[in-house]
Antibody, heavy 116, light 112 residues
């Protein structure tokens, strides 16, 4: 069964850091673009970052540029999101997603809460 | 960024009746490979979104043929021919042609 499982969310103070992980199974991870999408009650769904299969090219939404870094380890079938200088408005459920513009598989999400 | 505008935002429907959701993009969604990366997702409370339709009209595995996608240019539609109880939830359109990929605001379908 194809699956994505996120972990690493939690409560962090403004200005703090978190590292999210996504473990992939049931498919050939190294062949796929991967990305992170977040969801908030007020702002809906937002595609945060994408990375190409070999990790050579990365895309970020403007609101996280310079603060978030997407990376992957194809040997370990894993995707990561390093989040620094977190803001209250980064509070959301973060989903790991397979594919880029044609994304077809998402994980169950991990909640990130930025609050003092 | 490409703005995706859905309507209606709330959709009460009687069981067995049809339903239709519109999604309009602020730019054309034709990618350099000739494809239009317009998808539809369904989300139930407490669950992650599940893709139903991709490239405007292709149905994902396991999606009933009661659901269909259509459209071209900047106007796209998701249709449900006969609404069933399992169809309740929020529907989102998403464009994957331009970066950043963007979503519509969501349409909440409920049973009358």
């Amino acid at each position: 069964e194809m699956q994505l499982v996120e972990s690493g969310g939690g409560l962090v103070q403004p200005g703090g850091s978190l590292r999210l992980s996504c473990a992939a199974s049931g498919f050939t991870f190294k062949n796929y673009h991967m990305g992170w999408v977040r969801q908030t009650p007020g702002e809906g769904l937002e595609w945060v970052a994408n990375i190409r299969p070999d990790g050579s090219v990365k895309f970020y939404v403007d609101s996280v540029k310079g603060r978030f870094t997407i990376s992957r380890d194809n040997a370990r079938d894993s995707l990561f999101l390093q989040m620094n200088s977190l803001r209250v408005e980064d509070t959301a459920v973060y989903y790991c997603g397979r594919g880029g513009g044609n994304s077809d598989l998402w994980g169950q999400g991990t909640l990130v809460t930025v609050s003092s | 960024d490409v703005v995706m505008t859905q309507s209606p935002l709330s959709l009460p429907v009687t069981l067995g009746q049809p339903a239709s959701i519109s999604c309009r993009s602020s730019q054309t969604l034709v990618y350099s490979d000739g494809n239009i990366y317009l998808s539809w997702f369904h989300q139930r409370p407490g669950q992650s979104p599940r893709r139903l339709i991709y490239k405007v009209s292709d149905r994902d595995s396991g999606v009933p043929d009661r659901l269909s996608g259509s459209g071209s240019g900047t106007d796209f539609t998701l249709k449900i021919s006969r609404v069933e109880a399992e169809d309740v939830g929020v529907y989102y359109c998403m464009q994957g042609t331009h970066w950043p990929h963007t979503f519509g605001q969501g349409t909440k379908l409920e049973i009358k």
